[in-house]
């Protein structure tokens, strides 16, 4: 079936280093979106893409969607201890007769002091 | 709006026992998910209504699980019997969605789930 995998799955930084998440689709998505969920809390959403290359930045934050629509990336620029938390990218794949948001596996980030 | 709002935050039950998730989503929203995550698995997706019907429950482990959506307000999700495997976070998020997946999911707080 139609999935999203994202890699890595855990990524250690030193605070201060960039970091980097790549997500990548078995199908072309009309969008992408990205979430991240602290420790303990609830996925909260951060952005949606949706246009073929298309860059979106957020202070640190950039989003970028692949040019074909099938991968994206979340790179963060000298990471802070609060950036600590799960990285989770999610696309609409078909299941069945609709398209219902699913998610990557998500990457665990964990910064360093 | 108070956002998407799960009850109860923690369940703590015993093997066999029937457990009972309830949801209520924000008002206005036409899609409602039903999540479960867990370490291993990460976010599985479990059920998907949009405005109140089932449109795909293929997520379903299998038949102790069983989620309505009565109105456009309130929603559950029961598992009976329960099993130590269920043991999981079980998130409810709602969105406002024409075209499946093309909105961002709010999600509610979730409900951790232990069962012994």
């Known amino acids: 079936g139609q999935q999203v995998m994202q890699i890595p799955q855990y990524q250690h930084v030193q605070e201060g280093e960039d970091f980097t998440t790549y997500c990548n689709s078995s199908t072309t998505l009309s969008n992408i979106q990205w979430y991240k969920q602290r420790p303990g809390g609830h996925p909260v959403f951060l952005i949606q893409?949706?246009?073929?290359?298309e860059v979106k930045k957020q202070k640190r934050l950039t989003f970028q969607f692949g040019e074909a629509k099938k991968n994206s990336s979340l790179h963060i620029t000298a990471t802070q201890t609060t950036d600590v938390g799960t990285y989770f990218c999610a696309g609409p794949l078909k299941r069945g007769s609709a398209r219902q948001l699913t998610f990557g596996s998500g990457t665990q980030l964990t910064v360093l002091p | 709006d108070a956002g998407v709002i799960q009850s109860p935050r923690h369940e703590v039950t015993e093997m066999g026992q029937e457990v009972t998730l309830r949801c209520k989503p924000i008002?206005?929203?036409?899609?409602l998910f039903w999540y479960r995550q867990t370490m291993m698995r990460g976010l599985e997706l479990l059920i998907y209504?949009?405005?109140?019907?089932?449109?795909?429950d293929s997520g379903m482990p299998e038949d102790r699980f069983s989620a309505k959506m009565p109105n456009a307000s309130f929603s559950t999700l029961k598992i009976q019997p329960s099993e130590p495997r269920d043991s999981a976070v079980y998130f409810c998020?709602?969105?406002?969605?024409?075209?499946?997946?093309?909105?961002?999911?709010?999600f509610g707080q979730g409900t951790r789930l232990t069962v012994v």
């Open positions: 209504f949009n405005n109140n019907v089932p449109i795909d």
């Open positions: 008002s206005g929203h036409n899609s």
């Open positions: 998020a709602s969105s406002l969605d024409r075209t499946g997946g093309g909105t961002e999911a709010f």
């Open positions: 893409l949706v246009k073929s290359g």
